[in-house]
């Protein structure tokens, strides 16, 4: 996915991942999850095989975030 161009704007965006800081606060790249949310006394049931690492595409003139769980 290299060159995309914002559909807001038509400048070029660049290429990142959101952080999500989970147990004791260390980061992780956010992840998408099949399906909705269910809780668990841990916090949220989640399948290994339901999970998608998202990556974030942003535009580097008006901030337009695009996010993908390839
Ligand atoms: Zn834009």
Redesign the pocket.
């Given at each position: 996915m290299a060159g995309k161009t914002?559909p807001?704007?038509?400048?070029s965006?660049e290429e990142g991942y959101t952080i999500d800081a989970g147990d004791y606060s260390m980061p992780s790249v956010g992840v998408w999850h099949r399906g909705k949310p269910e809780k668990s006394f841990w916090g949220l049931k989640t399948r290994k095989a339901d999970k998608r690492e998202i990556v974030a595409w942003r535009?580097t003139?008006?901030?337009?975030l695009e996010h993908y769980a390839p």
């Open positions: 914002c807001k704007c038509a400048r965006m535009c003139s008006c901030g337009f």
